[in-house]
């Protein structure tokens, strides 16, 4: 079972270099500089000598941070947090809350699966208290409220954030080249035709899809970008609701939108193969050709700049750096991302507290400051400058501008049997030959 | 108690788990003694040696397995009776019927293909200089885990284009021999054989050791009678080794049969079941904890069973019969 | 599911082994060596084949683990022989490059092992014996049942068996170990165990009767010192099976005070699904002491394997 990825193990588990980054004094000294004062944290009240335990998909060493950005909260308030993380939180997180094992608190990666909790588990589930709502209303956009909604009861909190719509390119062959960031879907389509005729060794295109049980995922992100570029975020949202049908001609017309790339051997798979090595392809491997020019442009979110190996400059002036994924045109800035929740399984006075923290700017601040590259979260009270990496920068800038259309991820709001199930293996068939109507008409079948 | 249950530094966890040996002892000490007298009834004796492990397998195996079935008949979120539509589905879903398929393949091929290539190379290395060395080598992957197997083999089918440098062995010795490299775990059927190709690689070692140990149990004047006949040494193969080995060779395929069954370690590791590479004890584990359908998943753990069932039935023929010859 | 579920019952032939050690001489030594061999070219051919094709897989991964990163990304383990590369960087990540303590994780192994090994085979043994020499009305059908019980798939357990011990407030404890590698391990170590005792010739057993002994002293004086290698033989494989397994591990020892080796080298390689540096070199750590336990025991478990298949 060793490499089982769910989809959480694989967004948030990414979300991070592979260093780590030890505790002690390091920690301590970038938290100084945030909130020694214990001010915030009086509205929760005494509650010394208490314990949250925390049960979240995110394993090492990427949990180093959570636990360190705990800190805080525990000097302040007194409570003990115990964090455990797994990789195979998803499978063990309801079988743990059939056998009545319930942690207090856990990290859901899709507000799918929060529905899914919510309505296989109404006992066991709490709503989120007074003072976290009241953080979400002051410091989230209201769409990420309506993520965490079940059937007009609010559940889940956010925590982290990641965009997706984003383009990995190396700036250097850009400019070795004379090539321009392109700013419209139809650029974009150019510049890869251009780069394409340029270089007959390489291809303008890699793509990976490869993700043990999880495989597929990757090329989902693909077709939800196109459907907000084709059909538009109402058309997109009601795909996501099934207020049409997945094999709607719309979708259908998104999807062989990917297949200009995803499909066409002029396009892909530099370095790695044909169009059929995308689906055995790891997604982790699938960017890294561009660092040798096989390969020039990579659809990935903000969180693959852990997977570039270790000394990689991730800059707009380094290595490697992302473009965001443009629109049809100039004025439409669409973006397709995801993020985490918070779930209580118990609403002890310690652990609503818990909650309220980690939807308020004094964590979103903490976190930034003790983790390594590749975190954000939609959090408006969180200082940019705290952000490690520019390209965490950029993607904080995009999810909290007012002209982005923010959607989320809509595999991760379906059912778990398409959005976990068939829609990944339906993308994977089709990479692997199957044409778009029967890959749409078979996922269609699935959503009962 | 609390100490036994909470466990910090390694010396206390050393010291717990010599309490737990030193209470199952004394307990299980208790109970024999207590019923060991003379006059006893004979079920109290039988109750005694038979009842911890009884409670143990009913509690921990009769009682999932019984909740397993009745769940096949229910919704995907237990809460509902659906009666046999769960069964429908399976068997009306192709994607599901092919992979019952694989799992039949499965369960053919990897006891009999095993149980081939242990005999034969049980056969080749005994009595040779280096027979220790070779048994040794052959068997070493059962020591392994099931994942570290397929981490291994995943390595060893690694692919990269044809003009790139290869990094796993089977498609470099491709390459080099010069052809193109292969995506081995992509197209059905052959990934299919690929995959088996690792539980093969797994189980022989097992084989070969048991086969190995038979053979040698020949009785000398067996073989001797054989010569003075003069016949050739695959004729004393054919009719001579074969039929005495054929209790072990019997008891070989069952249990490799019955684990390969279960397995789920190698597709999951290697390809998580897509591709159409999937079997049933893979299908069941993402359909009941990762999708949430819980009905269709207990409903591949409920045809897990049955297809043991010929396996069952064809091990009490052979118990019989070594009941008889007693 | 495991290496387990394959121990071997060997109700060989029954050879008469009456004549007792003799010397040989040359012409019956020289008969009795080719007795079974395919002796040809051929043969030696196809037996140098199986054995390369059953190890170079793992000297591969093994060569594999001690190369940079960027060396196993871009060129094959083989070109290491021409060009090597050797770091131990690989190994220093999987051992220290998390936030759990590894020498933890090892106490955690251990200690989860042992009564994991101890515990069934006793009980087993009591069992065996009762099928094996009791007589009592069902005993044919309960020991089908039980054979028949190893198909049943550890994953179907998980809720049941975890709702239990939460009821009891074991969990996060090592009990729920002790007790799930116990039970898994009863229906395949019965059937063995059993087929082990049924070689044993009933002569023993009625002598021992008639001499007045009750069932718990033929049981302990006449059965289980012919059954020492039996039982080392199947020790060893319920050895390599918990040590390996992850799945138990998994379910009923996620905590962290508790959590093998096998849990911790899951999250630890597979955040990143193809971290070939970090997959290779935590296979390595994982396999070393079964390995090593099984050279060094190796003896036993082929005594043990033909002590069933050879009566009397």
Known sequence: MATSLGLAGVTLAACGSGGGSGGGEDVDEALSSVDVACEPYEEYGDLEGTSVSVYT???????????????????????????????QFETQLPVRLESGNAPDMAYVPQPGLVERLVTDFPDSVFPVGEQAEANVDEYYNKSWKGYGTVDGTYYAAPLGANAKSFVWYSPGAFEENGYEVPETWD???????????DHPDAKPWCAGIESGNATGWPATDWLEDMMLRTAGPDVYDQWVEHEIPFNDPQVAEALDMAGQVLKDENMVNGGLGGVESIATTPFGEAGLPILDGSCFLHRQASFYQANWPEGTNVAEDGDVFAFYLPGNDTESQPLLGGGEFTLMFADRPEVQALQAYLASPEWSNAKAKVSPPGWVSANSGLDPANLKSPIDQLAYELLTDEATTFRFDGSDLMPAAVGTGSFWTGMTNWITGEDTQSVLDSIENSWD | MEFLLNTGTPVEKFIVMGIAILLFVAVMAIVLFLTDRPRMPQWITVL???????????????????????????????????????????????ALRLVLLNTVLWVVLVPLVSTAVGLVYAVLVDRTRFEKLAKTLVFLPMA???????????????????????????NQLLVWLGFDSQQFLLTWPWNTFFLIAVMVWIQSGFAMTILSASIKAIPDDIIEAAKLDGVTNWQMFRSVTVPSIRPAVVVVITTIAMATLKVFDIVFTMTGGNFDTSIVANEFYTRSFVRGEGGIGATLAVLLFVMVIPIVVYNVRQMKLAEEQR | MSQATTVPDVPGPAPTKSTGPRKLTKAEQRAVDAKTRLSSPWASVIAIVIAILWSVPTLGLFVTSFRPEIDIRTSGWWTFFGDPAVTWANYDAVLYGGSTNFIDVFVNTIVITLPAVIIPITLALLAAYAFAWLDFPGRNMLFVAVFALQIVPIQITMIPLLTQYNNWGIVGSFWPIWLSHTIFALPLAIFLLHNFMMDIPRSLIE??????????????????????????????????????????????????????????????????????????????VAMVVPVTVFLLLQRYFVRGLLAGGVKG
């Open chain 3, 207 to 284: 002598a021992a009767r008639v001499d007045g002994a009750g069932h718990v002293k033929i049981f302990f004086q006449v059965l289980l010192p012919l059954l020492v290698p039996a039982i080392a033989a199947f020790g060893i494989f319920q050895f390599l099976w918990v040590w390996n397994d992850l799945l138990v591990g998994l379910v009923f020892g996620s905590a962290q005070e508790v959590a093998p080796l096998t849990v911790r080298l899951a999250d630890l390689t597979g955040t990143r699904g193809t971290a070939w540096h970090l997959l290779s070199a935590g296979a390595f």
């Open chain 1, 57 to 87: 998909s995110i394993v090492s060493p990427e949990d180093q941070a959570h636990i360190d950005a705990f800190i805080p909260f525990e000097d302040c308030t007194g409570v003990t947090v115990e964090y455990e993380g797994s990789r």
């Open chain 1, 187 to 197: 650029d974009l389509m150019a510049l890869s035709e251009q780069i394409a005729s």
């Open chain 2, 144 to 170: 392994i885990s099931m994942v570290g197997a397929s981490i291994i083999w995943k390595f060893v089918y690694d692919f990269k284009p044809t003009e790139r440098p290869q990094t796993g062995l089977a």
């Open chain 2, 48 to 94: 005694a040696f038979l009842g911890p492990a009884a409670v143990l397998v009913v509690f921990g195996l009769v009682y999932p397995a019984i909740r397993t079935i009745i769940n096949s008949f229910r919704s995907d979120n237990g809460q509902e009776w659906v009666a046999l539509a769960n069964y429908g589905d399976v068997f009306g879903n192709s």
